[in-house]
Every structure is written in C-alpha cells, then in structure tokens.
C-alpha cells in the first residue's frame, strides 16, 4: 500500500541547476490517498496534481498567521495591548519627576565646557 502513494518527483532546471519542485500525484491517487498527501502537504511538501499527466494544481501548506513574528512590538499588537492607526503617536505630556538636584542637561552642558 505504500508503493500506491510514492509520488513522482519533478525536478525544475534553470541555470544547469537542478531544483526539486513538487511531488506529482494523479487525480484518482490523489482521491484515494487525499489525508496521506494533505498530511504531505502540511509538513511543508509541494504536490503536484496532475490529470492525464498533465499538471493541473499545487497543493501547499497555509502558513500560520504567527510564523516568523518575533518582535515584541508585532506580538504586543497582535495581543490587543498597543494599537496603531498609521499615524503619528499622540502622546501624553512628560512625567515630571519628584527628585531633588541638578538637571542631567545642565551636568552634560558643564562637562562639555
């Protein structure tokens, strides 16, 4: 039974390099054996339908809607935490700060001569 769905492998040459592009599968493999090669396909496979051997359709994976979010900011907004309507931020006024001496500004202005 295995032998039924081993797929026919088409190879893409451009530039003298070969490169793997899709396993090939007739209409009725594909129907007979539809949850083996969508569970191929989910895995990453590109397969290929064909129909009198001629291509007719590609099966591919969905890519989830988070693959390959990795910044803080991107998950923060995809939470509901932060939002932005393509504008410019209006932000609140500056904190003022309770604690007693010499501004950094001025330390910086007086080091610098």
């Known amino acids: 039974m295995a032998s039924a769905i081993r797929p026919s492998v088409v190879a893409l040459v451009e530039s003298g390099v070969a490169e793997v592009v899709a396993s090939q599968v007739s209409v009725r493999n594909l129907k007979t054996h539809l949850s083996q090669w969508l569970a191929r396909a989910r895995s990453g496979e590109v397969v290929e339908v064909t ?19 990795t910044s803080p900011l ?11 309507n393509g504008q410019k931020p209006n932000l609140p006024p500056p904190v003022k700060l309770r604690g007693q001496g010499r501004l950094l500004s001025d330390i910086v202005l007086e080091d610098r001569g």
Request: charged share 15%; proline share 7%.
């Open 51 to 69: 129909s009198h051997r001629q291509p007719i359709a590609r099966i591919t994976a969905v890519k989830p809607a988070h693959s390959g979010i």
């Open 74 to 84: 991107q998950q923060a907004i995809d939470a509901g935490l932060i939002s932005w």
